[in-house]
């Protein structure tokens, strides 16, 4: 079964950082582009970076545009997720997941669509909290 799972997160206070990291089970991420995305109590997933297979190009939400910063080390088969200046709003579980367009070297357009996305993992919960 081809699926992502990530780890990293946490409770951290405000201003704090965190590192996720999303690995690969079953199949080679060098081949995917990779999106991470975020959901809150009673709001809707949204997209909050894309990085494409190669890591040569990224794009993030305004939200977060400035404090976090999607890599990716095809050699290890894993995409990370580092997060600083955190804040309480940045509270969310927090997924990441596989392009799974025809072209899925490339990330969508942004806004990214969750529907163009699969092999979900289970999330990994983010707490910014004093």
């Known amino acids: 079964q081809l699926q992502l799972v990530e780890s990293g997160g946490g409770l951290v206070q405000p201003g704090g950082s965190l590192r996720l990291s999303c690995a690969a089970s079953?199949?080679?991420?060098?081949?995917?582009?990779i999106g991470w995305f975020r959901q809150a109590p009673g709001k809707e997933r949204e997209g909050v970076s894309c990085i494409s297979s190669s890591g040569g190009s990224t794009n993030y939400a305004d939200s977060v545009k400035g404090r976090f910063i999607i890599s990716r080390d095809n050699a290890k088969n894993k995409v990370y997720l580092q997060m600083n200046s955190l804040k309480p709003e940045d509270t969310a579980v927090y997924y990441c997941?596989?392009?799974?367009?025809?072209?899925?070297?490339?990330?969508?357009?942004?806004?990214?669509?969750?529907?163009?996305?699969?092999?979900w993992g289970q999330g990994t919960q983010v707490t910014v909290s004093s």
């Open positions: 079953g199949f080679t991420l060098r081949y995917y582009a």
């Open positions: 997941a596989a392009v799974i367009t025809t072209v899925q070297v490339m990330c969508p357009m942004w806004p990214i669509n969750p529907s163009l996305f699969g092999s």
